[in-house]
């Protein structure tokens, strides 16, 4: 998240949408608790009425995926009832008390001018630049005009001299664009106007008719939450995968984010876009590039077209301003860790080495849901099968157990058998006919391991070992390095097809010759390759570790796999002792009086608490709210009560306050407009691939054109007519995930025994299901038993003016476990459709029937 | 027993001469059969059962007497509590299944009418108590109106604490009444107990002999069983007569 | 140590179950290891009740009406430690027993003889009793020790310390009592008209005081709890025992010694004449088998002596 669990405090009012946080991160709530107390609001935005909305002061049901028709809804009313009426008295110099122009104008890119080429149309529900025939957009009409350009000075001396420096592969720099703005944002072509057209749309009888809740309800949400635009002000969204696990999750994310920067909530104490991670290390898993489109710390990995080559990389990925013209040097060190000594410039660091994603229009997507696919047609033969439980937890997963039967082999390292483990076991399964051979390797679990946690307000934290692994049972890195050591004996024995990748990768990460996280930790927080030796000696450490990631340099002399945590395990004078370096600290004190409690453990980038904090302060440096303050111009230099996100000392030199508050985009102003997706500019509306509608209430696509999966047979669409109960899914606190660790502890299984699907009393009575009966619910991808919870928290919605149930299940149980199991598998039911920037599958709305068991 | 002396016909004395030389002279004693082995024994094992399980009980009637003798000694006497519970419970159960006729024979005498003699009796009662020396009382059939009336409340309270016993250890293992009826069932037990104790206590005082009036009854349930003809005359005056004029189950022994 | 409690403030509570879980965890309390044994009860309140293993449960009652549509109000059911505590007042084996100190109301399970008094007489409905044995003769009773050991050592109960909404605080009870007070104020202010204040006064006042989101009986608390009537009778029957044995040995006592000295005559029977005979003089001393004719008066005074010197022999 942009901002930290303790930051929650700030805020004045609270708006979770999408999550659950009193259920689903119940630590969460010492803080929210806080700011209620404070006197802030709270409003909760979810198709039923959460553990969150008790707590809660406002409640305001939605229909699963419609999240931005009501965002879209709120943009509307931000725009009529706060921007229309009072730009014309800001321009004019007039002080504005409910809405904070300045941070609109020179924060975000409201009055930048489109290209003239800009266009949607709702007609066909789709923006400019569609190509009917790949099924794809092209963003170029989404970018900016151009004011004029400049170039980087390179020269002896120069900012940019570093780019031609000895030992740097050879790149073009980018070209400094600058925009065309409009300052009155009275241009039709400025974002400001093109956003207030787009949304003109959302009026709030059409929200309502989309979503389901009453007009009332709507508008007290609305006026609440867009008080916050006031300048000091702060409104923090609280989001999960109830946003993201959409067919246009990422877009739900922006809709998030453009409606807190129209609030001007971002980079404040008590805004920001909070992501609750749902797994204690999953901001970690996202860090270090343990999603397929991403290389660890957020950097790009190489593809077959546009990042074909290291040059293409460095050109097409270095931006011209900000702090990502610094990418050059993020990758070289990132290569520098990977491939150690043979990583040279002539080998272009061994660039080449690394696999290229298949980028052309048309290329197979190899992401999770597809993952499955490709099983099924027999191109993936096998598969590590690392700490997640597919067969349980994939989108489809009765598709998943039967593709994973297709393997040739299969190997799962959990702690306890899972569904994966066991997938054969299933009771649909004919083990009979499965040629699938299965290896368990049994993994420590986390208390009995030393290592690095990472939590949703990016503070990472090192955890010493608290008990012995059982059994056979080993730390997943002693698991990787006993696979390493053998794969490469045969591949130095036999050769093979393509050893160069292997045998050239450095794994070295030993401390008196056994695999440690130690030297794993000076690899991640980077080190002068001169003076540095990983596989190392415990009495005599030899390693130069970067203080931070502002010392990492692109002509090889620095290592660094992943820069963002640079900074983290700095102190050379100890470099093996977990306990002296910044992610060990315990100090507890908060010398801000506003939570950041900078001396806990590390926050990255940087040990930054709160992102984007330049735009805590007005463009003369002065914070908005004097209580709440980040960073602060004193007239001769910054004070800075947050470690600042920007550039406040140049060679030495304090730099005076300017309008570059997200130093993080090459415009250095946020986005309300952004060329970077693949489905659109601006977030649109698009019902869920099954939805209750025969169309579209808002524009002319059902869909979103760009959706993932939609040419798989396994998806099976379903139709209203057969299917007419919306459904989304959901986890309970006492359970987590697919419950392979909490089902084996019986006080957990003991506290909710099952998994169930929750019904309003109305389609109880409907259905004749009365409580302690069995329901059936089930659609064209299977068919599954679960308990009900009948509940007056479950109400059907008026939608397009009729009655919609909607039902929730959640996911816990299945057939693996000591204490508490399930014959069928919820995530039977759901589609494995995805989001097109993320991958990520439509876990939270489908439609099923349902019937008394 | 009546007081005398009452004047009888002259032939008649002289057959009551006669009667007492022969009975003299043959050295014989007459006794007369009052309650069988199986009488006996079921009394004895459920008098004894009742009175463990009253010490028994004490100790979780009594806190401090609870408290002082810690929880081992506690735990002995719980499950022997439960343990001699079930001999309380079984023995008369298993005896009265045996012999139905002797069951028959004691509920028809607890229920048998009050005639004159009976409820004098019963008024003379407790003066008599404390002065037996003074008072004669009337005579008596098999079983005395009072020992009618006490016997009757140990047969109610024993019968009560063995059915709410049952549903203590029931309700507490097997099934769940709900706490408001294992409160009553609690409560009935302890009404049980609080009438055992008193109707117990006079009955082992008056039927053990402590009362002096009383001597040698003891011998009637924890003897032979048999009661001699003055000491049956005396208690239960209508009774004897008839047996002895019976004769069936009449003993006589050489003395 | 001044008086302790608990507060539990429903409004901060989001129901996660930590405070259960932690007490199973914390007090050793097994939860059963059968495959799927445990029960779901068609709602979040898992298990349904207290029982011989669970000495704390969540409740999750679910109302019409409020500013939300819905109201969903948690509840904690476990022992309240009243300071009237009827339970420790009628346990017969000290189990159960007020601690002077804290106020809590301590279990000592060792010494507990399985009578159940304690559960019949909670107006609360909170020991539970299991008993497992043949004879029934391992015999727990469960109820929540306010963690008395952990509080001597200076610590808050296990519940209290994993509360992370911070529904549970824990310090001395007047303090709670301050704190609760507010906190209605607040929820009334917020627009929470039936938030109420539980515990000052109930039994003598509770050692869990409660602020109650919506009202008493929404968050499933009980309205002026009385002690079980049945325990009074229970409390009756002991001391009626106690004096009514008594007062039987002190009558026996003096029957014994008025008949010290008792002695009567020896007699037998002749079915010939229907005599029954004194031995020792020949004297009939009945004859037939009539029904007495003396009335009672005449019985008791005939042979006193102040009445007749001759007497009895």
Same mark, same amino acid.
Do not use: I, M, R
């Given at each position: 998240m942009t901002t930290h669990w303790c930051d929650f405090q700030n805020a004045d009012v609270v708006m979770n949408i999408g999550s659950n946080s009193a259920e689903n991160h119940p630590v969460s709530s010492k803080w929210l608790n806080r700011a209620h107390e404070r006197g802030a609001k709270w409003i909760v935005v979810d198709p039923r009425y959460t553990r969150t909305a008790e707590v809660a002061d406002i409640y305001c049901p939605i229909r699963s995926g419609t999240d931005i028709a009501f965002y879209g809804g709120m943009y509307r009313y931000i725009i009529e009832n706060l921007i229309e009426p009072n730009l014309a008295r800001h321009l004019a110099g007039e002080k504005v008390e409910e809405y904070n122009f300045e941070y609109l104008l020179n924060y975000t890119n409201a009055s930048y001018l489109l290209n003239e080429g800009y266009e949607f149309d709702p007609e066909t529900g789709l923006f400019s630049g569609w190509d009917e025939e790949t099924g794809s957009y092209s963003a170029a009409s989404w970018h900016y005009q151009v004011e004029s350009e400049s170039e980087w000075d390179t020269s002896a001396g120069g900012a940019y001299a570093w780019a031609v420096g000895e030992g740097v592969p050879e790149f073009t720099p980018p070209v400094v664009e600058h925009p065309k703005r409009d300052m009155t944002l009275s241009d039709p072509m400025c974002v400001y106007q093109q956003l207030k057209r787009h949304y003109s749309r959302y009026d709030m009888d059409t929200v309502c008719r989309i979503c389901g809740m009453d007009k009332g309800t709507l508008e007290l949400v609305y006026s609440t939450y867009a008080s916050t635009a006031a300048p000091g002000k702060a409104g923090a969204i609280l989001y999960a995968l109830g946003q993201t696990q959409h067919t246009y999750g990422a877009q739900n994310t922006r809709a998030m984010s453009v409606l807190q920067l129209l609030l001007g909530n971002v980079g404040v104490p008590g805004g920001g876009v909070a992501a609750l991670r749902g797994e204690p290390n999953v901001q970690g898993a996202t860090d270090m590039g343990m999603l397929v489109n991403e290389h660890p710390a957020y950097l790009k990995w190489p593809n077959t077209t546009a990042r074909a080559t290291l040059r293409k990389w460095l050109e097409g990925e270095t931006y011209s301003d900000g702090y990502y013209t610094n990418k050059p040097k993020f990758l070289i060190s990132s290569l520098k860790e990977w491939f150690g000594d043979a990583a040279t410039l002539d080998n272009d660091y061994g660039y080449d080495w690394w696999p290229k994603v298949p980028s052309a229009v048309g290329d197979q997507d190899y992401t999770h849901i597809s993952t499955f696919e490709l099983m099924s047609q027999g191109v993936i033969k096998g598969y590590f099968n690392w700490g997640m439980n597919p067969c349980h937890s994939a989108p489809n997963a009765g598709n998943a157990r039967r593709s994973m039967a297709n393997l040739d082999w299969l190997v799962v390292v959990d702690q306890v058998l899972t569904e994966a483990a066991t997938f054969w076991k299933a009771p649909d399964m004919e083990p009979a006919e499965i040629d699938t051979e299965v290896y368990f390797l049994p993994c420590a679990l986390i208390y009995e391991k030393p290592g690095i946690i990472l939590n949703s307000g990016r503070w990472l934290q090192y955890r010493f070992k608290a008990v012995e692994p059982w059994g056979e049972a080993k730390p997943d890195y002693e698991i990787v390095d006993m696979l390493w050591r053998e794969i490469v004996a045969l591949y130095e024995a036999e050769g093979g097809a393509n050893p160069d990748p292997i045998l050239n990768t450095k794994w070295d990460y030993y401390v008196d010759g056994k695999i440690d996280p130690r030297p794993v930790a000076w690899a991640l927080n980077g080190y002068r390759v001169a003076g540095t030796e990983c596989d190392t000696s415990a009495d005599d450490p030899k390693v130069d570790l970067?203080?931070?990631?502002? *010392?990492? &340099? &692109?002509?090889?002399?620095t290592a660094c796999a992943t820069w963002i945590y640079s900074g983290f395990w700095n102190n050379n004078d100890a470099p093996l002792d977990p306990a002296e370096q910044p992610i060990a600290r315990r100090d507890n004190t908060d010398e801000s009086g506003l939570g950041l409690y900078s001396n806990w453990a590390y926050s990255w980038p940087n040990n930054r608490r709160i992102l984007y904090n330049r735009a805590s302060a007005d463009t003369e440096g002065r914070p908005w709210s004097a209580e709440k303050t980040?960073? *602060?111009?004193?007239g001769s230099e910054w004070n800075q009560v947050d470690v600042g996100d920007f550039t406040a000392v140049s060679n030495g030199v304090p730099v005076p306050p300017n309008n570059n508050a997200f130093f993080m985009l090459w415009e250095q102003n946020a986005r309300l407009e952004s060329y970077g997706m693949v489905d659109g500019p601006l977030p649109e509306h698009y019902e869920p691939f099954e939805t209750p509608l025969s169309k579209n209430i808002v524009n002319g696509s059902l869909n979103n054109p760009v959706f993932l999966g939609k040419d798989y047979e396994s998806t099976k669409h379903g139709t209203a007519a057969d299917y007419p109960i919306v459904a989304t899914t959901y986890s309970v606190t006492e359970q987590w995930q697919t419950g392979s660790q909490t089902r084996m502890c019986p006080a957990l299984v003991e506290a909710m025994p099952a998994q169930f699907i929750e019904i309003s009393e109305e389609l109880a009575a409907e259905k004749g299901i009365s409580r302690g009966d069995k329901v059936r619910v089930w659609n064209n991808r299977g068919s599954v038993v679960v308990d009900v919870v009948i509940t007056k928290r479950m109400k059907p919605l008026t939608v397009d003016g009729g009655m919609q149930h909607l039902v929730g299940l959640t996911h816990h149980y299945g057939w693996a476990g000591a204490f508490g199991t399930s014959e069928t598998l919820v995530n039977d039911l759901t589609p494995n459709v995805g989001d !097109?920037?993320?991958?990520? !599958? *439509?876990?939270k709305a489908f439609l099923v029937n349902i019937e008394k068991a | 027993m009546s007081n005398g002396p009452v004047r009888v016909s002259a032939e008649d004395m002289a057959l009551n001469k006669a009667f007492l030389k022969m009975m003299s002279e043959g050295k014989v004693e007459r006794f007369i059969k009052r309650h069988s082995l199986q009488a006996r024994l079921t009394h004895g094992i459920t008098a004894m059962s009742c009175i463990w399980l009253c010490l028994s009980g004490l100790f979780v009637f009594v806190p401090a007497l609870t408290q002082a003798a810690g929880p081992d000694a506690v735990l002995f006497m719980r499950m022997s509590h439960r343990v001699i519970g079930v001999v309380f419970v079984a023995v008369p159960l298993v005896s009265g299944l045996l012999a139905p006729k002797g069951v028959a024979h004691v509920f028809k005498n607890l229920f048998t009418k009050w005639d004159s003699d009976d409820k004098k009796w019963m008024k003379l009662f407790f003066p008599y108590l404390f002065m037996a020396k003074w008072i004669h009382m009337p005579d008596q059939h098999e079983v005395k109106s009072g020992q009618r009336f006490a016997d009757g409340m140990l047969w109610f309270a024993g019968a009560l604490m063995g059915v709410t016993g049952i549903l203590l250890v029931v309700g507490s293992s097997w099934a769940d009444f709900g706490m408001a009826a294992h409160g009553a069932i609690l409560l009935l037990h302890d009404i049980g107990f609080f009438l055992i104790a008193i109707f117990a206590m006079a009955h082992m005082f008056l039927g053990s002999g402590i009362f002096q009036p009383y001597r040698g009854l003891a011998k009637l349930m924890f003897g032979n069983g048999m009661v001699s003809e003055s000491d049956a005359l005396y208690h239960w005056g209508h009774w004897a007569r008839e047996e002895i004029a019976l004769g069936e189950n009449v003993v006589e022994k050489r003395r | 140590m001044a008086e302790k409690a608990i507060l539990f403030d429903s409004s901060f509570c989001t129901g996660c179950h930590g405070c259960q879980i932690a007490c199973k965890c914390w007090n050793n309390l097994p939860s059963p290891t059968g495959l799927n044994e445990s029960g779901f009860s068609g709602t979040h309140q898992n298990p349904p009740d207290l029982n011989g293993h669970t000495r704390l449960i969540m409740t999750y009652n679910e109302l019409e009406g409020g500013s939300k549509g819905v109201m969903w109000a948690f509840g904690r059911r476990a022992c309240r430690h009243c300071s009237d505590a009827p339970c420790a007042g009628i346990c017969p084996s000290g189990a159960l027993r007020k601690d002077e100190e804290t106020g809590m109301v301590a279990v000592e399970r060792s010494k507990c003889v399985g009578c159940q008094y304690c559960s019949t007489a909670c107006p609360f409905d909170v020991p539970r009793y299991e008993a497992s044995g043949p004879l029934g003769q391992v015999t727990i009773v469960e109820k929540c020790t306010g963690c008395v050991d952990r509080i001597r050592q200076g610590m808050a109960p296990a519940c209290v310390t994993t509360c992370q909404p911070g529904a549970l605080r824990f310090g001395d009870r007047e303090e709670m009592l301050e704190v609760a007070r507010e906190r209605v104020e607040v929820l009334k202010g917020r627009g929470y008209e039936d938030a109420v204040l539980y515990g000052e006064n109930e039994m003598g006042g509770l050692h869990v005081i409660y602020v109650l989101k919506y009202g008493v009986e929404a968050h499933g608390q009980v309205p002026n709890p009385q002690a079980s009537p049945m325990a009074d009778l229970v409390g009756i029957m002991k001391p009626l025992t106690a004096v009514g044995a008594g007062a039987a040995v002190l009558g026996f006592a003096a029957m014994f010694g008025l008949g010290v000295g008792y002695k009567r005559k020896k007699l037998a029977y002749n079915p010939e004449t229907g005599d029954t005979i004194d031995?020792?003089?020949?004297?009939?001393?009945?004859?037939?088998d009539g029904q007495d004719e003396q009335s009672v008066k005449e019985h008791i005074f005939e042979n006193l002596p102040v009445r007749k010197g001759d007497g009895h022999e």
């Open positions: 970067l203080s931070g990631y502002s *010392e990492l &340099a &692109a002509d090889g002399t980040l960073v *602060e111009w004193t !097109p920037n993320s991958q990520t !599958p *439509e876990f | - | 031995v020792e003089t020949g004297e009939v001393v009945k004859h037939g």
